[in-house]
């Protein structure tokens, strides 16, 4: 798996078990964490078997985004326009919890088809709470809507305490990621594979990928953040994204990627860590039964005693040879 | 390499490897130093009964520095199914070799010089194939990352 999918597997998983046997009762309650802090509660009572309530805990934003109510801007439009009916937000949202939604598996469309992709865009309440902001942007990027406020630096949680910058602008929108990695044998990894992104985009095939540029400095655009929000020691990542990468279909799966950038550049960093590892041990097994070859197991008997050297008994088995 | 046993002048029944110790300057032999270049030298001191062969890696670029560290580390810690390897480098140098009398019964001479020529060749392929393979999957994840905005 390459890229990250959007939906979360577990989830949809469960959905469609419920949907299946919407009129089985059973007692539900699970808990599990997503990468980046996420965590998901999802609660069925035999009471209700067809109510399942979702509780969406968010990673903490760090000061200079904004999270007015616990949750990004327009978080709560992006949820009734993409649900529907079939889900209720409820507030306040669940102890510890940033979101809670009541979903009515009963008001799901009978058409299975509809119902499967509702199912799955469910299941991305991810994507749709934590890249409401982003996806506003973008959105008015694409109906090339003159922006009110012009030029104005946004700041997107995309990670525990850490965010990424996006400026929009008429015709184009910038996004700038300051990449941070605790570990350092992390950090050169991910340099390195940054700077292949920059490669990569200059081959041909990818002319209408949007412009990828790295620097270990903070860009120009960044020039009024303060300095605590810019410490990156793999550098900064920026992309410009045109109108042409977010019409029609391709809005979803362009606001998911920009979302989750650095979580798929930490996530191949880690597989590249482990991929090394078994090489190197495949690499020490071969070794040792190279040396192992050098060992002649016929010829010990015929070494000449001259040669031979004692080697110094421990005292313990000195003793015990001498009581035999 | 012509290795004997010696067991040792200043302490009773002890048999240390000569060359680790350095105390009695009639045991050790001149030190040769042979280097390819700045970046890469091959530190060979011998004695009566040891001899210890010391290396020091090119390490071009940030991404080669640590997958040299990495990779000679993990080696350096598994040096007892080596046996003929020493656990930590000599200091200036990123890997280090000890072989002793003892060696050289247990194995061919020739089949055991084999074997250090193989290793040093063995670690520069996988260095320079892991620097590769670091590439390559870049290049990749860079690929699939970008193709999903056309």
Not at chain 1, 152 to 181: C, D, G, N, S, T
Not at chain 1, 191 to 208: K, M
Not at chain 2, 77 to 88: G, P
Request: overall charge positive; some cysteine; aromatic content about 8%.
């Amino acid at each position: 798996m390459i890229l990250l999918q959007s939906h979360s597997r577990f989830l949809l998983q469960t959905l469609l078990n419920r949907v299946q046997n919407v009129d089985k009762g059973v007692e539900l309650d699970y808990q599990w964490v997503e990468f980046d802090d996420v965590r998901y509660h999802v609660q069925v009572s035999t009471k209700n078997p067809h109510i399942v309530l979702l509780s969406l805990s968010l990673p903490i934003p760090p000061p200079e985004t904004d999270f007015p109510g616990g949750l990004p801007s327009g978080a709560i439009e992006a949820i009734k326009v993409s649900y529907g009916v079939v889900v209720q937000i409820l507030d306040p949202p669940r102890d510890g919890f940033n979101l809670t939604l009541k979903l009515n598996l009963l008001k799901l469309p009978p058409d299975e088809d509809y119902k499967q992709s509702l199912l799955v865009k469910i299941a991305s309440v991810r994507e749709i709470v934590l890249g409401a902001p982003l996806r506003m942007v973008l959105k008015r990027l694409g109906s090339r809507m003159m922006i009110p406020n012009g030029n104005q630096l946004i700041a997107l949680v995309h990670r525990p305490k850490e965010a990424f910058f996006v400026i929009p602008q008429v015709e184009k929108v910038i996004v700038v990621y300051p990449m941070r990695f605790s570990d350092s044998i992390d950090t050169v990894l991910a340099t390195s594979f940054l700077q292949e992104f920059v490669e990569a985009r200059r081959t041909s095939g990818l002319n209408n990928a949007p412009s990828c540029s790295w620097s270990s400095t903070p860009p120009l655009e960044l020039k009024k953040v303060p300095p605590e929000a810019l410490s990156a020691n793999a550098g900064f990542v920026s992309f410009v994204i045109f109108p042409r990468h977010v019409d029609g279909r391709k809005l979803d799966r362009t606001v998911w990627s920009l979302l989750t950038f650095h979580a798929y550049v930490s996530y191949h960093v880690k597989c590249s860590e482990g991929f090394m590892h078994t090489r190197m041990r495949r690499r020490v097994e071969s070794m040792i039964q190279a040396l192992d070859r050098a060992k002649p197991d016929g010829e010990k008997a015929k070494r000449s005693p001259n040669s031979r050297s004692f080697k110094r008994l421990s005292l313990r088995e000195a003793r015990t040879n001498s009581n035999s | 390499m012509c290795l004997q046993n010696f067991p040792c002048q200043e302490v009773e029944r002890h048999n240390k490897p000569e060359v680790e110790l350095k105390t009695s300057s009639e045991l050790i032999l001149n030190p040769i130093l042979i280097c390819r270049n700045e970046a890469e030298k091959c530190l060979i001191e011998t004695s009566i009964n040891s001899l210890r062969i010391s290396l020091k890696v090119r390490q071009a670029d940030e991404l080669e520095n640590i997958l040299t560290k990495k990779f000679l580390r993990f080696l350096s810690m598994r040096a007892e199914a080596f046996q003929v390897l020493r656990r930590k480098p000599v200091p200036g140098y990123d890997i280090s070799f000890l072989i002793t009398n003892y060696h050289c019964e247990d194995m061919q001479k020739s089949k055991l010089i084999d074997f250090i020529v193989q290793f040093m060749e063995d670690i520069d392929k996988e260095i320079s194939e892991l620097k590769m393979s670091v590439n390559t999957r870049g290049r990749l994840v860079a690929a699939e990352f970008l193709k999903q905005f056309i």
